[in-house]
Structures are given as structure tokens and as C-alpha cells.
């Protein structure tokens, strides 16, 4: 096979080669000889290769003798058609390719003939032009063979030097070479010296006349002697000539033919004519197809009896088998088999569930602790933030108690602190009921005390949860007249939880139907023994109406906080949790904080979760701003970047980078953690006035919401009562939640992922309410929490299919079968129990197995019709469309009754 072949089968192959000198291994070298084979390549005989016929071209110039078709091979000799007869006798030509295997001949067969005094010797350097009679010797070349020119490309190709001769005859009668530079101009078989070659041909006009086709020779070819150092112009001595297609000069210094040689580009450049040599490839080579196949890994399973890790492991929620594996001594490979054998599809980058991930370390007995995304690089946060534990402050000065009222909803919590602090915050709540956590400060007797009122209603527990674990004292409130509630309970809870003391204040004592005897004894049945029983937990009847009892209940608690000696150091960065917060349109995002250590400045740098920011003003419970807060003082803090989630600790940091760096950190984590989270909803989902639709076509409908509230402990309380209101047809998903005002980018969120929006005790903006009827967005607004669930599951309720009962009314025995004339067979019966009602559905049953359902289409006792037969009497029963009846079957009744859903 020839090269060509060999590379062509090479690329279809995909077997990166690029030259006919590029190696390759053994495998692919059987690859191609296999394809080659099978295409019938092989020869017996090696053919030649295309470069070989190159020196039997040279041996062409050997037709030198006609002259006149010169011009048309090469561009230069056109301009001299003249050729002299002297170049034809010469076969002196075929000569050169003896003398050097370079295409000596290919060129410069030099005509002698003196038609070259045509052309006008250059300036530049006479004897370089005179030395190179390369110019000279092509007319006559061209005119020996006009049409074979496409062949003489080639010749060039091949050839390093070029062998620059005076004239044919010289060159046979000397055998040498021209001589070199500074010797005297060479001479022509008659004694007279040669002149230059000539330059481009010129028309009458004066511009260069161009190329013939064909010739191998571009149009915008440089003319000879271009620019010094560019291919084509003359090349310094000593230098080797930059490689092109036509003959290289062998005298130092002399001019190159104009362009390239034949077939190739401007300059030298060997292009594609016929014969010329392929041009090299690029060096960026054009990325290939196809790819070899790489070896597939083979996953590895670790021994069973390999050893796990000592202790306990700690495991973030959410990871993947790839994560997992590791931790566990096991490999990606171990964990996805384990769940494929327990029926769990699942890949090497997809998140587990927590039961997957116990389940796995179960089997392997490893005792491991489930973190959330994030907590065990809080560590590394905490150590930036240089938080100091409060070990160290038993030295410290007294501190004011922080206590926290609770009960039930309507209990009076709220009227109480307001007989403290002599206010009237009831006023300010809506519905009467307290929905937000409420800080204020009282003095009693010279004491500053601290009360924080958390909601009583069952969907703020979280509010409550957070009131009991920044406290130090709890105030229990329940009514006279109600006694222990739920809530009451839950709140009690709550308390025993975060292991603060408990003190009971029984409200209501002033109403008639007051029990406080009863509420004691309901108390200890939650193990709060009154003092009055031989208890331990202080019990103090109060009215917040009236005021009864109120001073009492301050001097207990004053007394209980000294006897808990709580102390705190003022010195130092301050340190805290925070209560509440929510987004003002003017203030922007505003947080309520309690100070529990350390002081709070303005222009501290804090950092409070994944919001922090110079602190820009302090703002007490009375609305006065303030420059510091101490330990026990609730404060409203404004500059922080975003709004801040209720219960987060807050802490001021060393400098603003280090802040700044926390909370981004934070903020990431949070955000890895809820990647997925109701990420169905956006591609999915329904209004609310859609999903009964989705309901009745069988199908699980999916509410999609828009929560907006005013601050962050209620957006928390209502998007957990929503939660509670799914159903196994109805599933919800939260787009947003967030914390202000229903503007026009909820609006155009809820229209494009199909869901409603509730704003509790938010508004919509004027415009968002245009921009929401255009966009057919519904928006529920709620300022009661209780209400926004009733409605919601009502709605909910009222979409879900019914469920139905049912209830077996009679049954009857048939003892005989009459035939009656237009009517077929009635059943003659005896109604064993219950009621037989006309119109009833039916269902027949033989030998215990039903065998038919219907209705019953008549009903008579003897000649009579009648609506119904009771137990113990006769009677016939014609059936709607069936007639097999035999004696001893049964026929039953029944309905079905729809159940309220829940």
C-alpha cells in the first residue's frame, strides 16, 4: 500500500498518526493491517510512491526543442516568446538529474537563448541578477514541454539547492557549478556573458501581467526580489533559503523566482498543485471523533469483616453514598448495594434520607450522630468569632431576671404585664390575642425585672419553645374559671425542658365561677405541687383586671431571682439571642434582641446567624434610643443585613471582615441545605381554586403558597400550621416565605408557579393588587392566625373527595319464588333484621358469596304496595333486572353515608 492508504485507513480508524513516519503500537498497527485486508488493499508488489515519480519528470526538459509553448508553463518567460534555437539542439537537460537528485533540472534548464535581453536588469544588485541565471533558463524550460507544465511542480518540491547553471552546454562542458560571488559574470557557449533574468512580465500598460492557470503560480505572488527577509525576496548570503516550491538558489544572495514554485502558494510555500508535496498539518489538529474506549472501573466492595470507626460517627443529613461510605470505613459501592438489596434505587450523588442512611450504619453497628448541612463547621465559625463560654462569671455583678410569661390562649398574660408596667399593649393586638414575642423592662421596688410575653395560641410553640430557653424564671398563667388548658401543658413543657423554675399565677379569681382549688389540683397532676400542699412551686392568685395580687407576684419573683444569684459580666463583646424580627419599609431589617452577656454598643460589628452588619441604632421597649444594653435588656437592633430567623444567637465579632465572613458562610450551608427543598413546586402544582379539579381527576393535587408575614415568628407559626393541614390528595409546597409587604415580585412568582398567596398581617401594595388581577393571582390576607388555618383547611376540606360508609339497613331471607305476569319472579321473604326500604341498593347473596348488586324495583306485603317491612314480617321483593332466585338465598340492603372529613 502506498502512504496515502496506510494514513487514510489510520483516520478512519481513529489511530492518531500524522505523518508516514509517525509510529504506532502493535495492537493498532494488526488493526489496520485487518481493515486494510478486508478492503482489498494489498498488493503483491509495492507500488511506487507518488514522490518517486518526481525525478523522471526532471528527464522532461529533454523536449527543449520547441520553444515558443515556454510561456505558458511558467509565468515569468512569457513576456519572452523569443526562444533561442540554440536551447533545442541542448539535450544537455537531461543531464541534470544525474548530477544531484534535487530537482536541479526541474527549473533551471536555463535557456542560453538571449530573448532574456528583454527583460530589464534591477538595480539592486546587477551581479546577484547576473549570477542567477535560474530566470534565464525557465523560458526555455516552458517551451520544451507548454503542456506537461502541471508535471514540473512537482520537481521543485523535492529539492533543497538548487542547482543554479549558466547554460546546459556550460554545465556539460565544465561539470561544475556557477562560480561564487565576486568572480566574473558567467558566460553563454558563444563567449558573451549572461545577462539577469528578467523580471515579472508586464503588458502594455505597465501592470504585471498574471499567471496562466495552471501554472502553480497564485496571482498575488510577490514580483522577484521583494521585501528582504519575506519569502520570495532575495535571501542574505550565508542563510538558507526559506523552504517554498521552486528551486533554491545555490549562489548566496541571489533573487528566488517571484512566487512560489509550481503548485505552490506565494512566498516558496509548497502548496497543493499537482504533483506538490502535502502541505504539513496544523499544529492545532482538529479534535477527532471518536475516542478510544478507556477502561470502565470495576466498583469494589470492602470485606465484611473489614473494621468500622470507633465511637461516634457524625453524618450530615442530606449526603450522598459517596459521602457516606468514607465515614464509615466502606466504599460508594458497599452503600449502594446494601439499599439496592433493600429495595432502595439509588445512585452515588444522590442524597440519602436519614432512615437510609441509620439503616446502613445499623447494619454495620456504628453508632452515628445526624447533623444538619453546615453544624459541624460552625465549630471552625464559633473559633473565628471568639465566643467566651460564661463559666467565668461567678464574680460577676447581679444581673436583672429575665421571666417569661405563658399559658393558654385568652388566660390574660398580656393584662397581666400590662398591670406591671401600667400599659394597655392588650389594645394592640389583633383579635385580642398576643401573636408576636413582646420584651419590655419594669422596676419594682428599685429592681429592673424582664418579662417576655410568647403567644398562647397552639400554632406559635416554636415562640414559646424560644421564650423558655432565653429565661430565667417562668410565670405560669392559668385562668380560675378554665384551669389547666393544652397549651397550659404544652407551655409547662416547655419549661421543665429548659430546667427553669417554675411560678404559677392564677388568674380570673375575681370572676363568679372562679376555682382556684380545682386549678391546684389540675397543677398537681403535672407534678407542680403548690406550696399550700407541701410543694415546692410558688402559687399566687392575681386579677390583671383589677390589679389583685400583682405586687405579691413581683416580690415572689424578685425573691426567686435572688435566690437563683443570676449574674453576667457588662465587660467584653456582647452576647445574646435574638426574639424576633421582621423587615420595616423604613427602618429596614429590625431585630428584637436580649442582651445576656457582655454589652451591646452602637457600631459593634454582629453577627446574628447569616445576617450581620454594624449596629446603626438601640431602641428600647419605651421607643427611646439608646446608646448600650446590658445583660437582661431587650432591645430593637437596626443595620443588619437581612432579617434575622427568631432564636438565632447573636454575637458582636472582632472586626466587620470577620462578621462579614461568618455569615456568608452560614448563609452558603443554609442554602446547601434547602437545595431540593419544594423544588417540585415550581415545575408543578395548582391555586387554590384549581385544586379540586386535579382532586376529581383522581389525581394528588399540590398546593403550591406564597407566605408573607410581618415578622419572622409569625412566618414560622403559620407556615407549621399549614404544614399540619396536608392531606394524602393534598400536598403543599412553599414557593416563598418571607418576612413584609406582598410586592409586585410575589405576584409575579405566585402567577408563574401557579400559587396563592397568604399574607398575615401584611398588605399588598396598590400596585401589587392591580398587578395581581391582571395576573389572575389570588391574595388571602389574614390579620388572626386562627382564622387564616380555619379558612385554609376549610377550603382545603371542602376540595377533598368524600368518603363514604357503609351501613347494612335489613336483610331477608327469600322462602318461596312466584312468578307474576308482566312482572317475572318476586321473592316471597322474611325480613330477618332490620328494615327492608323500597329503592334500597341491594346485594344477593348464595351460600354466603354475592352474586348480585342492584335495587330493589318493588316491595309489597301481600296485595299492598308498601315503603318499607320491618323486621319479623312477610313480604315480596321484586328485583330490578335479575330473576335467579332460589329459596334460602339472602338479599341485603344497605347505604352508603358520607363521613365528614377531617
Known amino acids: 500500500m502506498t502512504n496515502a492508504e496506510v494514513l487514510d485507513l489510520c483516520n478512519s480508524l481513529g489511530v492518531g498518526t500524522k505523518s508516514h513516519s509517525s509510529g504506532m503500537v502493535e495492537p493498532q498497527a494488526d488493526r489496520v493491517r485487518r481493515k486494510a485486508v478486508r478492503e482489498g488493499l494489498t498488493r503483491d508488489e509495492q507500488p511506487e510512491e507518488p514522490g518517486a515519480k518526481k525525478p523522471a519528470r526532471k528527464k522532461k526538459p529533454e523536449p527543449v526543442a520547441e520553444p515558443k509553448p515556454e510561456p505558458v508553463a511558467e509565468p515569468k518567460p512569457e513576456p519572452v516568446p523569443e526562444p533561442e534555437p540554440e536551447p533545442v539542439p541542448e539535450p544537455e537537460p537531461e543531464s541534470v538529474p544525474e548530477p544531484e537528485p534535487e530537482p536541479v533540472p526541474e527549473p533551471e534548464p536555463?535557456?542560453?537563448p538571449e530573448p532574456e535581453v528583454v527583460s530589464e536588469p534591477e538595480p539592486e544588485a546587477p551581479r546577484p541578477r547576473v549570477i542567477s541565471s535560474s530566470g534565464s533558463s525557465a523560458p526555455p524550460r516552458r517551451d520544451v514541454e507548454p503542456e506537461e507544465s502541471a508535471d514540473v511542480p512537482v520537481e521543485p518540491v523535492h529539492h533543497d539547492e538548487e542547482p543554479s547553471v549558466p547554460d546546459p552546454a556550460a554545465r556539460v562542458d565544465s561539470g561544475k557549478r556557477l562560480p561564487p560571488p565576486g568572480s566574473k559574470?558567467?558566460?553563454?557557449?558563444?563567449?558573451?556573458?549572461?545577462?539577469?533574468?528578467?523580471g515579472p512580465p508586464v503588458s502594455d500598460s505597465g501592470r504585471r501581467i498574471p499567471p496562466p492557470p495552471g501554472s502553480g503560480e497564485?496571482?498575488?505572488?510577490?514580483?522577484?526580489?521583494?521585501?528582504?527577509?519575506?519569502?520570495?525576496?532575495?535571501?542574505?548570503?550565508?542563510?538558507?533559503?526559506?523552504?517554498?516550491?521552486?528551486?533554491?538558489?545555490?549562489?548566496?544572495?541571489?533573487?528566488?523566482?517571484?512566487?512560489?514554485?509550481?503548485g505552490g502558494r506565494p512566498g516558496g510555500r509548497p502548496g497543493g498543485g499537482p504533483g506538490g508535496r502535502r502541505p504539513p498539518r496544523r499544529k492545532g489538529r482538529r479534535r477527532r471523533s471518536r475516542e478510544e474506549l478507556q477502561p470502565m472501573d470495576i466498583p469494589t466492595y470492602t470485606p465484611e469483616d473489614a473494621a468500622v470507626p470507633d465511637g461516634v460517627v457524625v453524618v450530615e443529613r442530606a449526603c450522598t453514598a459517596q459521602e457516606l461510605g468514607p465515614k464509615l470505613n466502606r466504599t460508594t459501592a458497599d452503600v449502594i448495594r446494601f439499599l439496592m438489596q433493600q429495595g432502595e434505587m439509588v445512585t452515588a450523588t444522590q442524597s440519602l434520607s436519614d432512615d437510609m442512611i441509620e439503616l446502613f450504619a445499623a447494619e454495620l453497628e456504628v453508632e452515628i450522630r445526624m447533623v444538619d448541612p453546615g453544624e459541624e463547621q460552625e465549630v471552625e465559625l464559633l473559633k473565628l468569632l471568639d465566643v467566651v463560654d460564661d463559666a467565668g462569671d461567678d464574680d460577676a455583678p447581679l444581673r436583672a431576671p429575665v421571666i417569661t410569661v405563658m399559658g393558654h390562649v385568652d388566660h390574660g398574660k398580656t393584662k397581666l404585664l400590662d398591670q406591671i408596667r401600667n400599659t394597655n399593649a392588650v389594645d394592640d393586638e389583633a383579635g385580642g390575642i398576643t401573636q408576636h414575642i413582646g420584651a419590655y423592662q419594669a422596676r419594682s421596688g428599685g429592681n429592673a425585672l424582664t418579662f417576655l410575653d410568647t403567644p398562647g395560641h397552639e400554632a406559635f410553640t416554636a415562640m414559646r419553645a424560644r421564650g423558655a430557653g432565653a429565661t430565667d424564671i417562668v410565670v405560669l398563667v392559668v385562668a380560675a374559671d378554665d384551669g389547666?388548658?393544652?397549651?397550659?401543658?404544652?407551655?409547662?413543657?416547655?419549661?421543665?425542658?429548659?430546667?427553669?423554675p417554675i411560678m404559677v399565677a392564677i388568674n380570673k379569681v375575681d370572676r363568679e365561677n372562679a376555682d382556684?382549688?380545682?386549678?391546684?389540683?389540675?397543677?398537681?397532676?403535672?407534678?407542680?405541687?403548690p406550696e399550700a400542699w407541701g410543694g415546692d412551686t410558688v402559687t399566687v392568685e392575681v386579677s390583671a383586671l383589677v390589679g389583685t395580687g400583682v405586687s405579691e407576684l413581683l416580690e415572689h419573683l424578685l425573691v426567686l431571682a435572688e435566690v437563683e444569684d443570676l449574674r453576667a459580666d457588662p465587660a467584653g463583646r456582647a452576647q445574646g439571642v435574638v426574639l424576633e424580627s421582621f423587615l420595616d419599609i423604613g427602618r429596614g431589617p429590625v431585630a428584637t434582641v436580649l442582651v445576656q452577656r457582655g454589652t451591646l454598643r452602637v457600631g459593634d460589628p454582629m453577627v446574628a446567624g447569616a445576617a450581620w452588619g454594624r449596629v446603626r441604632a438601640l431602641v428600647n421597649d419605651s421607643g427611646e434610643q439608646v446608646d448600650e444594653a446590658g445583660p437582661s435588656v431587650p432591645v430593637q437592633v437596626l443595620g443588619l443585613s437581612d432579617v434575622a430567623d427568631a432564636g438565632e444567637g447573636f454575637v458582636v465579632a472582632p472586626n466587620e471582615k470577620v462578621a462579614g465572613r461568618v455569615a456568608d458562610k452560614r448563609g452558603h450551608w443554609r442554602r446547601v441545605a434547602n437545595i431540593g427543598r419544594d423544588a417540585h413546586a415550581l415545575s408543578g402544582g395548582a391555586r387554590l381554586e384549581d385544586v379540586f379539579e386535579q382532586i376529581q381527576r383522581g389525581e394528588v393535587a399540590n398546593l403550591n403558597l406564597v407566605v408573607k408575614a410581618d415578622v419572622n415568628g409569625s412566618l414560622e407559626a403559620v407556615t407549621e400550621s399549614l404544614q399540619k393541614l396536608e392531606r394524602d390528595e393534598v400536598k403543599l409546597s412553599f414557593v416563598h416565605r418571607a418576612v413584609g409587604r406582598?410586592?409586585?415580585?410575589?405576584?409575579?412568582?405566585?402567577?408563574?408557579?401557579?400559587?396563592?398567596?397568604?399574607?398575615?398581617?401584611?398588605?399588598?401594595?396598590?400596585?401589587?393588587?392591580?398587578?395581581?388581577?391582571?395576573?389572575?393571582?389570588?391574595?388571602?390576607?389574614?390579620?388572626i392566625i386562627y382564622k387564616l388555618i380555619e379558612d385554609v383547611e376549610a377550603a382545603m376540606l371542602g376540595m377533598l373527595s368524600p368518603e363514604y360508609e357503609e351501613i347494612v339497613t335489613g336483610e331477608a331471607e327469600v322462602r318461596q319464588v312466584f312468578s307474576v305476569p308482566?312482572?317475572?319472579?318476586?321473592?316471597?321473604?322474611?325480613?330477618?333484621?332490620?328494615?327492608?326500604?323500597?329503592?334500597?341498593?341491594?346485594?344477593?347473596?348464595?351460600?354466603?358469596?354475592?352474586?348480585?348488586?342492584?335495587?330493589?324495583?318493588?316491595?309489597?306485603?301481600?296485595?299492598?304496595?308498601?315503603?318499607?317491612?320491618?323486621s319479623g314480617y312477610e313480604c315480596g321483593i321484586g328485583l330490578s333486572d335479575y330473576q335467579d332466585l332460589k329459596d334460602g338465598d339472602v338479599i341485603e340492603t344497605f347505604e352508603n353515608r358520607e363521613l365528614a372529613r377531617t
Not at 185 to 198: D, R, V, W
Not at 237 to 260: C, D, F, I, L, T
Not at 485 to 497: C, F, I, R, Y
Open 185 to 198: 559574470p558567467p558566460l553563454s557557449s558563444s563567449g558573451k556573458p549572461i545577462p539577469p533574468p528578467p
Open 484 to 500: 389547666v388548658m393544652p397549651q397550659t401543658v404544652e407551655a409547662l413543657n416547655h419549661a421543665k425542658v429548659a430546667d427553669v
Open 822 to 870: 308482566r312482572i317475572g319472579k318476586v321473592a316471597g321473604c322474611y325480613v330477618t333484621s332490620g328494615t327492608i326500604i323500597r329503592g334500597s341498593k341491594v346485594r344477593f347473596l348464595r351460600d354466603g358469596a354475592v352474586i348480585w348488586n342492584g335495587d330493589i324495583s318493588s316491595l309489597r306485603r301481600f296485595k299492598d304496595d308498601v315503603r318499607e317491612v320491618q
Open 516 to 529: 382556684p382549688q380545682k386549678v391546684l389540683s389540675q397543677l398537681a397532676e403535672h407534678d407542680l405541687v
Open 110 to 112: 536555463e535557456p542560453v
Open 218 to 262: 497564485r496571482r498575488n505572488a510577490p514580483p522577484a526580489g521583494g521585501a528582504p527577509g519575506r519569502p520570495g525576496g532575495p535571501a542574505p548570503a550565508g542563510r538558507r533559503p526559506p523552504m517554498g516550491g521552486g528551486p533554491r538558489q545555490s549562489v548566496p544572495g541571489a533573487g528566488p523566482k517571484p512566487g512560489g514554485g509550481p
Open 742 to 783: 406582598i410586592t409586585e415580585n410575589d405576584i409575579q412568582l405566585a402567577a408563574t408557579s401557579n400559587a396563592t398567596i397568604i399574607g398575615f398581617n401584611v398588605r399588598p401594595e396598590r400596585k401589587a393588587r392591580e398587578f395581581a388581577d391582571a395576573e389572575k393571582v389570588e391574595i388571602r390576607t389574614y390579620e
